[in-house]
């Protein structure tokens, strides 16, 4: 749909009309757009006043179900924010997009990870690297490595007693969550983990993994404005720009989805006038989190030659192939790691085993969940890459990661990170409904039962249905882009 804004409107007076009656129909205007600028700075400040009360260390959050109350409030300002920024005229729009990723990103740094343990991981393979052993041959319990322990990742003691302290044995304990596993981060994930830790300074503990979250969060931003303003409107990088679940996932958790996030958007850009780079990206970004996968079909839309395809896929495997051969030839273990027990663990192999497929198991018996999700992706995959529109690869890749959320409904926030930045790329808001209820599933469990993940998943899957219909109303059948229920935003 089209952002109407203060720079719309025509310049040239109707014929016969006077300059005089010219400035007075436009200074009303010019008053709007002030205004909306004003509003914006506003509903800026007090969501970064939000997010610092909910992250701060001794705030009112013991963990991910205190902070329910500090998200609605969050999201509710995050919607007057891009709501404001539609009457922001375009000049505008990127200083101030940028200015408020940074101050809300910045949010992130006020306190340590609240509601995730995995930055711990992060620092503790970084340093097993630096030390010259494979991340994937010891886990952090193993007696093999306790000559790198020290008091922060290993507390001692009395200091045991705090929460998610896990015990590794001798009186000694470790933030690192599953200790007693192998890592499961692809290879580019864990050459980030050592390359904060080789430029962090002694005893900077965790805030060198959250400034490099700020860093690449804020680097996200300026991507997809450079990727908008050439199509036109910048605006919607806001929908990334000021997302609570940025300053939360992706700095203060330190999650490295957002690097991940970052080669995506670059891969998608791309792709469309360079095959062979933005396959390269995609296998960055894959060896990242393997989540960016999901990408491809949309990277893929509207090829019709086995050559074309392949110039993106032979250079995705290849690049995924090379940054895992190191770790291959070091390791005297398997480079998956726990990634087999993780799938396990979540219930992604047996449903009964955890609250995946929820929306699925409303209708199915839980043995028909897995199939019936491989037959719809495999048919949401196959409508993209047959109809999708390849001047629009993020359409199409909204498209089958949205399905695959509502389909498997994942129960950890932060892997909505990459759909967030979707939703930036293409306009769609609407799906900003499924990482909202990620966020409501991973906080909200513990307090409001397991039926927390099927009742958000179920009002985003609404809010989507509902969305895409709106879209068929009021957007003209040739403004529509194929792969989107009802056509993006232009």
Not at 31 to 50: I, K, Y
Not at 455 to 473: E, H, N
Request: hydrophobic fraction near 50%.
């Amino acid at each position: 749909m089209i952002l109407r804004n203060a720079d719309a409107v025509a310049r040239t007076p109707p014929r016969g009309a006077s300059r005089c009656h010219s400035g007075r129909m436009n200074r009303p205007r010019t008053a709007v757009a002030t205004w909306a600028v004003v509003a914006v700075a506003f509903l800026v400040t007090a969501l970064v006043a939000a997010l610092a009360l909910a992250t701060r260390e001794d705030g009112p959050a013991d963990g991910p179900a205190a902070l329910t109350g500090w998200y609605a409030l969050c999201w509710v300002l995050f919607a007057g924010c891009v709501l404001a920024l539609r009457y922001v005229p375009a000049r505008r729009v990127v200083p101030l997009v940028l200015a408020g990723s940074l101050a809300v990103a910045a949010t992130g740094l006020v306190a340590p990870p609240r509601t995730s343990t995995d930055s711990f991981r992060y620092a503790w393979d970084g340093r097993v690297q630096a030390a010259g052993v494979s991340p994937y041959d010891h886990a952090p319990a193993d007696e093999a490595l306790a000559a790198l322990r020290d008091g922060w990742l290993f507390p001692r003691g009395a200091d045991c007693a705090g929460p998610d302290l896990a015990p590794v044995g001798d009186g000694e304990c470790t933030r690192i969550n599953r200790p007693q596993v192998h890592t499961i981060y692809p290879p580019a994930a864990e050459g980030y983990f050592l390359a904060v830790h080789a430029l962090s300074p002694p005893g900077v503990r965790h805030k060198a993994l959250q400034v490099g979250g700020a860093l690449l969060s804020v680097a996200v931003t300026a991507a997809l404005l450079a990727v908008l303003r050439r199509r036109g409107d910048p605006r919607t990088a806001a929908y990334w720009a000021f997302c609570p679940a940025v300053p939360v996932e992706a700095v203060n958790n330190a999650h490295a989805d957002v690097l991940g996030v970052l080669l995506a958007v670059t891969a998608l850009a791309a792709v469309g006038r360079r095959r062979a780079l933005g396959g390269a990206l995609f296998g960055l970004a894959i060896a990242v989190k393997l989540l960016p996968a999901v990408l491809l079909p949309g990277a893929l839309a509207g090829v019709r030659r086995v050559r074309d395809a392949a110039a993106v896929l032979l250079p995705t495997a290849a690049v995924v192939a090379l940054l895992y051969l190191p770790y291959v030839l070091t390791s005297s273990t398997s480079v998956l790691g726990y990634l087999g027990g993780y799938a396990r663990e979540e219930g992604y192999e047996d449903p009964s085993a955890g609250g995946r497929y929820a929306l699925l198991r409303l209708a199915l018996p839980d043995a028909w969940a897995l199939p019936a999700v491989v037959l719809a992706m495999t048919a949401v995959a196959v409508h993209v890459l047959r109809h999708g529109n390849p001047e629009r690869p993020w359409s199409g890749a909204l498209l089958v990661t949205g399905a695959a959320f509502l389909l498997m409904t994942p129960g950890y926030s932060w892997y909505a990170l990459l759909l967030v930045s979707l939703v930036a790329l293409d306009g769609r808001w609407e799906w900003l409904a499924v990482a909202a209820a990620g966020a409501v599933t991973y906080a909200g469990a513990g307090t409001f039962g397991a039926a927390t993940g099927t009742v958000a998943y179920g009002l985003a899957a609404a809010a989507v249905t509902a969305g895409a219909l709106l879209r068929r109303r009021t957007v003209r059948p040739s403004e529509r882009v194929p792969v989107s229920a009802g056509g993006g935003s232009r």
